[in-house]
């Protein structure tokens, strides 16, 4: 609790959510509220005031009427295993768990569209419309992960390169804005009139509305998919070998490389047969017609020949393919095998500053006397260096902040972002001024206000510092320093 | 509507601006002026402010496939450089000389949005002019970045009615070595809608999947791009005739789809938010009206345009294409057709604010939505 604030009496709000969700559905115990006390972010944890599960719309939208008449502030969650601290409660304010909403209301192949409810996991979107289709967006968590969680932060996946983020799937929300009003944004058919209020809402981290029916496009799958991996000296060697495919025009489905920490610390779990000794191992995976896919894949081929490449290992069939990908996939939980703890950063910077990049991260590495290692989507550039650290040892856990911190400000300075898929959350808002200046967080603030002036949803994320929705303010002016030409603002 | 005003540098952009809303001035942003009609009129008193000043390729980064350019930059020239590295950005809509600022301001497409998106999925990053003479980015220069809200997202397609498009960043796709595409001909609507429905749900890989409609015939055309195009159109053949389709494979497929974009425009145009399964009653209502149809075919958007349109045309349309909004460009002078089709009134009432939030001066592009905000 804040100091000096008084503790809010939730009681009778409590009495009031259970005559809209029934009273099994809320949740007042301190044991029972713990389980909700992190998402998949486990360095924060703040106990909610209160847990509540809606069953369906008309129920989120009594729940938040209910938070909005009483000046409550309320966090959604999914399955909680965002890992920016984006579901993270707020003490005394409610959580509106979202997971009892798990229908799939509707399943049109001929359109290519679903309508989900926000509960349902990613990957119960691609069964229900298996064999012939499927939801691009796969997040490595997408067995666990809920649509609604995606939609808030905008999830991607190891094959986003190819095929895209939510953003780009998403026809049709049905909200339940702060104030408990509902609305409908476009529907199952693309580009509804007027403001592209979708395009606005995918990504928001849960800080405009709740959305409690998704609207969207799934497409066949591809008649065919390839995979290898090759093994090089040096991720500069492998991150040359992206650049090449990447410029001849071919689009992998999915390009994937880990270093050699990674490579050692994967391999101890799980097996795949990848060298110890590699400097980077690079995944790629073609998909899509037959004869393309072919003619593509032996390009590929002999461009990591061509660079040298150690070993190059061709999927033969499903089970070996599926083994190259158990390594990737093992790669972060596999890192307790290097250090009892570790950050996960999620920066971006342009594919071709890779090798200055990753070099500039090993020096800074050297300067904190701790081990980070590699592992990215290498055709978008987005990196996830994690910073291997050991909690037990006074000092290390601040170290390794510190040296991620860093890592982040090294990718911003290079043309790039602070998070490329995880979210900000309450992580990485610290780090938004590094991106943002003072004007852009005023534009961002513009729209939150407009949905939600009263900020009651999800507060204190995303934006590095609170702030009002005040009064209109009055006509910019320059600051003196830019109109005399001696400072700029961007 | 009163002088232009053309500045040279943003900063000089963000001040007219400015200028514009302390004395209460609407304001109509303009670019090549090729889409001038498709929004409301502006009020009479209003002064026009123009982006042909800002006009710089600001960086290309071809290792990258991403692209910096100041809105007043032409589509024409933006393309000729990519080009220049085997790279395209993936909007074709009917012809090139529009700028990218008015491009991505009416989100206008072609084709090549089956397979790469919407101009809204291909921006990345956005500087934006607003009326109390900030500017402000959103998003940033690299194709993957959930930081801040996408305000990107939201400035696209909007008419420029929450403030100027200064900027945009934007990834790149590289040029397709060849191209192939199927033709499935026929003169029955059920037959072509099913043609349609069964490209869309096939394994092909394509690089455009249209409809067409005219004077009681049409098409489906399935287009291929790669190092190995034929192979994927005959397949796509064997689709398209087991739906019924007369069909064959072109290799010199420039003149298909220049048409296929060519007719995207017309003295009346309407664009249609319809569904696949929506094909054929879209094209009895086409021929009910006189009109010719082309459109996306998976993604269900079509261009409905009318040679001679009459008064009651647009109504009469928008009745039998229900429940898919309609929305009208192009028309002919002194006609006062409503331009968009009624919304939730909870979605307008969250643009109206999301339009004070962003422009409480009220004066950017004011009445580009006509009544609609």
Redesign the interface.
């Known amino acids: 609790m804040t100091e000096g604030a008084p503790a809010r009496d939730l009681g009778p709000l409590a009495e009031r959510f259970r005559g809209v969700v029934g009273a099994e559905h809320v949740i007042t115990h301190e044991q029972q509220l713990a389980t909700y006390e992190s998402d998949g972010l486990l360095q924060y944890a703040v106990t909610p005031g209160m847990v509540v599960l809606p069953a369906n719309a008309a129920e989120t939208a009594g729940v938040v009427r209910a938070c909005h008449d009483t000046g409550t502030p309320w966090v959604a969650r999914g399955a909680g295993s965002g890992l920016s601290g984006g579901a993270l409660p707020v003490e005394d304010g409610v959580l509106i768990a979202l997971t009892r909403m798990r229908s799939i209301r509707e399943i049109?192949?001929?359109?290519?569209?679903v309508l989900v409810e926000p509960g349902v996991t990613n990957i119960a979107v691609s069964q229900a419309v298996g064999p012939?289709h499927f939801y691009p967006p796969d997040p490595s968590s997408q067995i666990v992960c809920t649509i609604g969680g995606n939609v808030a932060?905008?999830s991607?996946g190891a094959h986003?390169?190819k095929y895209?983020?939510t953003?780009?799937y998403v026809t049709g929300l049905e909200l339940v804005?702060a104030d408990g009003?509902?609305?409908?944004?476009g529907g199952?058919?693309?580009?509804?009139?007027?403001?592209?209020?979708?395009?606005?809402f995918?990504?928001?981290e849960g800080t405009l509305g709740i959305a409690t029916g998704i609207w969207l496009r799934v497409v066949?799958?591809?008649?065919s998919v390839r995979t290898l991996v090759a093994f090089f000296g040096s991720t500069v060697q492998a991150g040359e070998v992206v650049?090449e495919i990447?410029?001849?025009?071919?689009?992998p489905g999915a390009i994937e490389m880990m270093d050699n920490l990674s490579i050692r610390a994967a391999e101890g779990s799980t097996n795949a047969g990848y060298p110890t000794d590699a400097g980077a191992a690079l995944v790629v995976e073609l998909d899509?017609?037959e004869?393309?896919c072919a003619?593509?894949f032996e390009q590929v081929v002999e461009i990591c020949e061509g660079a040298g490449a150690d070993s190059v290992r061709v999927a033969k069939d499903d089970a070996e393919r599926e083994l190259i990908w158990r390594a990737r996939k093992a790669a972060f939980a596999a890192m307790g095998r290097i250090a009892p703890n570790y950050y996960v950063q999620d920066s971006?910077?342009?594919?071709?500053r890779l090798a200055e990049v990753l070099g500039r991260i090993e020096e800074l590495a050297g300067e904190h006397e701790l081990q980070v290692a590699n592992v990215f989507?290498a055709g978008?550039?987005?990196l996830h260096p994690l910073v291997c650290y050991d909690g037990g040892r006074p000092g290390e856990a601040e170290r390794a902040e510190e040296l991620a911190g860093q890592i982040v400000q090294v990718c911003v300075d290079a043309?790039?972002?602070?998070?490329?898929?995880?979210?900000?959350g309450v992580d990485?808002k610290r780090y938004?001024p590094s991106?943002?200046?003072e004007?852009?967080?005023?534009?961002?603030q513009?729209?939150?206000?407009?949905?939600d002036p009263e900020q009651r949803a999800n507060p204190g994320k995303?934006m590095p510092t609170p702030r009002l929705c005040g009064e209109?303010?009055?006509?910019?002016?320059?600051h003196p320093l830019?109109q005399a030409g001696v400072a700029e603002?961007? | 509507m009163r002088t232009a005003e053309r500045p040279a540098t943003r900063?000089a952009f963000?001040?007219a601006l400015?200028a514009a809303?302390?004395a209460g001035t609407p304001v109509r942003f303009t670019g090549a002026g090729t889409k001038a009609g498709w929004a409301g009129p502006p009020p009479e008193d209003a002064i026009e402010l123009s982006t042909l000043g800002l006009a710089r390729v600001v960086e290309h980064?071809?290792?990258?496939?991403?692209a910096v350019l100041e809105a007043g930059v032409s589509l024409r020239d933006a393309q000729a450089e990519f080009a220049e590295a085997?790279q395209m950005l993936a909007i074709d809509p009917p012809g090139d000389s529009a700028t990218i600022g008015g491009l991505v301001a009416s989100?206008d497409s072609g084709p090549l949005r089956s397979r790469y998106?919407?101009v809204?999925?291909l921006v990345v990053g956005m500087?934006?002019a607003?009326s109390?003479?900030?500017?402000?980015?959103?998003g940033?220069?690299?194709?993957?970045?959930?930081?801040?809200?996408?305000?990107?997202?939201?400035f696209?397609?909007?008419f420029g009615?929450?403030g100027a498009i200064l900027e945009v960043a934007v990834r790149l796709?590289?040029?397709?070595?060849m191209t192939a595409t199927t033709v499935g001909s026929s003169s029955d609507p059920d037959e072509l809608g099913r043609g349609a429905?069964a490209a869309?749900?096939?394994?092909?890989?394509h690089h455009g999947l249209d409809v067409r409609w005219s004077g009681g015939r049409g098409a489906v055309l399935v287009r291929?791009a790669?190092?190995?195009?034929v192979?994927?159109a005959e397949?796509a053949r064997a689709v398209l005739a087991d739906a019924g389709l007369d069909a064959e494979v072109a290799e010199d497929d420039r003149e298909i789809w220049d048409a296929q974009r060519a007719d995207q425009r017309g003295p009346l145009t309407i664009?249609v938010?319809?569904?696949?399964?929506r094909v054929p009653a879209a094209l009895r209502a086409v021929d009910a009206a006189g009109g010719s149809l082309v459109g996306r075919a998976?993604?269900?958007?079509w261009w409905i345009a009318i040679e001679e349109p009459a008064p009651e045309t647009v109504d009469s349309l928008r009745s039998a294409l229900a429940p898919?909004?309609c929305?009208v460009l192009d028309r002919p002078a002194g006609g006062d057709t409503e331009a968009?089709?009624p919304?939730?009134p909870?979605?307008?009432e969250?643009?109206r604010?999301?339009?004070?939030?962003?422009d409480?001066a009220g004066i950017c592009n004011a009445g580009a939505?006509g009544s609609?905000?």
């Not at chain 1, 990447?246 to 689009?251: F, K, N």
């Open positions: 049109d192949l001929d359109n290519g569209r012939t932060e905008n991607g986003c390169f895209g983020f953003t780009n804005l009003s509902q609305v409908t944004l199952p058919e693309l580009d509804h009139p007027g403001l592209d209020l979708i395009g606005a995918v990504g928001s066949p799958k591809p008649e650049s990447v410029s001849g025009g071919i689009v899509g017609s004869a393309e003619a593509r971006v910077i342009p594919r071709t989507h978008d550039g987005n043309g790039g972002s602070i998070t490329g898929e995880h979210g900000v990485k938004m991106m943002f200046d004007p852009d967080l005023s534009a961002f513009r729209l939150r206000c407009a949905f995303v209109v303010p009055g006509p910019y002016r320059r830019e603002r961007f | 900063e963000a001040e400015a809303a302390e980064n071809a290792g990258d496939l991403t085997g989100g998106g919407g809204r999925d500087r934006v607003l109390d003479g900030s500017v402000a980015r959103s940033g220069k690299v194709i993957k970045n959930v930081a801040g809200y996408d305000l990107a997202k939201l696209a397609g909007s009615s929450l796709h590289p040029l397709p070595p429905i869309g749900r096939a394994q092909l890989e291929f790669g190092t190995r195009p192979p994927q397949a664009k938010s319809g569904l696949p399964t998976a993604l269900g958007l898919s909004p929305v968009w089709s919304l939730d909870g979605a307008v969250l643009m604010r999301v339009k004070r939030g962003f409480p939505f609609l905000l």
